[in-house]
């Protein structure tokens, strides 16, 4: 079992792999004295779990174990380790294929890297499983900007070739959390669904496109130079498997504007210092701007699918055609949703905490 570390003093280590007994996380550098439950990590692992028509059929009950750091409802102050069991495995399938990598999986790299010793099942720790670990983590963070008033929401505004064309508020895209909705608008909601399925009709798959806002953030959040706001969230979303690109604000958009419709004026707006526009999605010279940070994250088609794709064979270096088995989802980014707000929230809090902007003890138990 492997582990990976992100953050700096709040730290984000997730450990497993998709066919092993479980994935988890463990938090450190979570301030003392914060409620939290499983309650407060469940509720989020729930919306990235599988099943329903739009994810794999896979059907893990992803219930959360918090396993330390916690005492009577609140954090202690130590690492905070948590934990789903992977109860409904079925290796079968990659055990026939292991020595046939499949298309746009890891899963050639992974056997040159580590000489044929890779987890092959299920992709091991590169697999999309992973990213329960990361919702465990983001559901600690959530919890601890939500005393600060930060909150971190997002929903899809591409599902392959069709787009969001209105402008959402941001009431809508929590509205949108609670029904269950992928999107802000239901018409285009209906719109991405029906594409969905179309390509899983087809035994194909298909990419989209999540948004990600980051609300009621102070000023001055980021570490120059290497630990930027947009180079911290950069690095944390494309850990995320299956991510191809991000933009901040009006990102690739700017590259065909002049400075004067870039640029976003400053004005004074309920006694503040606040931007007109926010085509720089919240963010100068990697710094807050106390403007809403918004940035989208581009997720490529499930790679695993049931069309046939032509693969080698690595024992013998011979072509050979492949169609992928197993349960798989047809639109990965879907799912993906939860965990692009999962590490927005650890850089957030990572960052916030090293600016001395959350204490490192809330509240004092002490009766002093």
């Not at 916690?70 to 399938?93: C, F, H, K, R, Y």
């Not at 600690?140 to 971190?152: D, P, T, Y």
């Not at 802000?184 to 390509?199: H, L, M, T, W």
């Not at 606040?274 to 010279?285: D, H, P």
Request: hydrophobic share 40%; proline share 4%; charged share 25%.
């Amino acid at each position: 079992m492997m582990s990976f570390g992100f953050g700096k003093e709040f730290r984000l280590t997730v450990f497993g792999e998709s066919h092993g007994a479980c994935v988890g996380a463990v938090v450190e550098g979570c301030p003392a004295g914060i409620p939290l439950g499983e309650k407060d990590i469940q509720r989020e692992l729930d919306r990235r779990r599988p099943g329903g028509r739009l994810a794999s059929s896979r059907g893990e009950a992803d219930r959360v174990r918090l396993l330390s750091g916690i005492l009577n409802g609140q954090t202690n102050g130590g690492p905070i380790a948590m934990l789903v069991e992977n109860q409904d495995v079925d290796s079968s399938w990659y055990e026939e294929n292991r020595h046939l990598p499949r298309p746009g999986h890891s899963d050639f790299p992974a056997y040159v890297k580590y000489g044929g010793m890779n987890d092959y099942r299920g992709g091991g720790f590169f697999s999309g499983r992973m990213t329960a670990s990361l919702v465990m983590g983001g559901a600690v963070a959530k919890r601890l900007l939500s005393l600060s008033g930060v909150k971190v929401i997002g929903h899809i505004v591409q599902i392959g070739g069709t787009r969001l064309l209105k402008e959402v508020g941001d009431q809508d895209i929590e509205a949108a959390a609670l029904d269950g909705a992928i999107c802000a608008d239901k018409e285009a909601s209906r719109e991405f669904e029906g594409e969905i399925e179309r390509a899983a009709e087809e035994g194909d798959s298909i990419g989209g496109v999540v948004e990600c806002r980051v609300l009621n953030l102070p000023e001055g959040i980021g570490e120059p130079f290497f630990d930027s706001v947009e180079a911290l969230i950069a690095h944390g979303v494309f850990s995320i498997p299956g991510v191809k690109g991000v933009e901040f604000g009006a990102g690739f958009g700017l590259a065909a504007m002049r400075g004067s419709e870039a640029n976003d004026s400053f004005v004074i707006r309920d006694g503040k210092v606040a931007t007109e526009t926010n085509r720089s999605g919240g963010v100068l010279g990697g710094l807050t701007t106390g403007m809403p940070l918004i940035f989208r994250v581009a997720i490529k088609p499930t790679p695993s699918i049931r069309k046939a794709q032509r693969t080698v064979d690595l024992r013998t270096g011979n072509e050979t055609v492949l169609a992928v088995g197993g349960r798989h989802d047809p639109c990965i980014a879907v799912r993906a949703l939860p965990v692009v707000e999962a590490v927005a929230a650890v850089c957030i809090a990572d960052l916030m905490v090293r600016d001395g902007k959350i204490p490192r003890r809330v509240g004092d138990q002490s009766g002093n």
